[in-house]
């Protein structure tokens, strides 16, 4: 049963490294948060802990994201306060392997999945006041190029591309601004930093020598979800540890 409470924050992929790590920081910064994700016992847990409600989908089925947006609005008096899409891919390969299969998979989880998810919460986020925020996420890789990353790279472009042009079209009602980490120890980046070695030469490349953790993404997604970045809106936001702007080395 829904219970009346101030509007929410809508976080997609809550039980993910960086959507998790998310949540906690915007319940402690004393944000309600309404989280998502497939794995019910999980989400169950975690809403639990921070006083939260929960919507489990899978949003590979139609209607996963107005599912998701009605039920959060549903229990903060018809309102979202604000929408964070913390679901992606890293997808790592040389050009020549690349399927269209892989870009097509990459652009529809990155990209159009986050604009779906503002279509299906927009309803609801401009009945917010003052305004509400989206958080979406890009990566180091637009800003800086790496090889092998054609089809995340692409992606990831049009997301940065997406978060000016719907700050420009929902401004003054809706904030949006997105984050761009470099390589962070989460469950979807395991492949990557499963070899100690690999890791270490990774985490070299960085002004500040090491690879990033959830806990260095969220404090920004919380500042940029809340009314502290009230005059925000249309920026990409680098968390990386140097990596897209600085060389100590050589």
């Keep these: 049963m ?7 924050i809508l976080i997609y992929g809550a039980t993910g490294g960086i959507g998790e790590a998310s949540a906690r920081a915007l319940a402690q910064a004393g944000m309600a948060v309404h989280l998502v994700g497939r794995r019910g016992d999980a989400l169950a847990e975690l809403a639990a802990e921070l006083d939260a409600t929960f919507t489990t989908t899978d949003i590979e089925l139609a209607g996963a994201f107005k599912q998701a947006a009605e039920e959060a609005a549903a229990t903060g008096e018809g309102a979202i306060a604000g929408l964070v899409f913390a679901i992606g891919t890293i997808n790592i390969k040389p050009v020549g392997r690349l399927t269209r299969a892989d870009f097509e998979r990459d652009f529809l989880v990155n990209s159009i999945w986050a604009v779906e998810a503002v279509q299906a919460a ?32 692409m992606a990831k472009g049009a997301v940065e591309g997406l978060t000016r042009s719907l700050a420009a079209e929902l401004a003054p009602k809706v904030r949006v601004n997105c984050v761009a980490p470099s390589l962070t ?4 980046a395991g492949k990557l930093i499963s ?7 990774i985490a ?13 993404i969220a404090p920004v ?7 502290q970045s009230s005059w925000m809106t249309g920026q990409v936001v680098a968390v990386d540890g140097g990596r897209s702007t600085l060389r100590t080395k050589g």
């Design 221 to 227: 997604v919380a500042l940029l979800a809340g009314p």
């Design 2 to 8: 829904a219970v009346s409470s101030p509007a929410r």
């Design 195 to 201: 070899n100690p070695q690999m890791a270490d030469a």
């Design 122 to 153: 927009l309803p609801f986020m401009v009945k917010h006041t003052p305004c509400a925020s989206v958080v979406l996420f890009s990566t180091v890789a637009v800003a800086q190029g790496f090889t092998g990353h054609a089809s995340i790279g």
């Design 204 to 216: 070299a490349m960085h002004a500040m020598p090491r690879l990033g953790v959830p806990q260095d």
């Design 185 to 188: 120890r989460t469950p979807l």
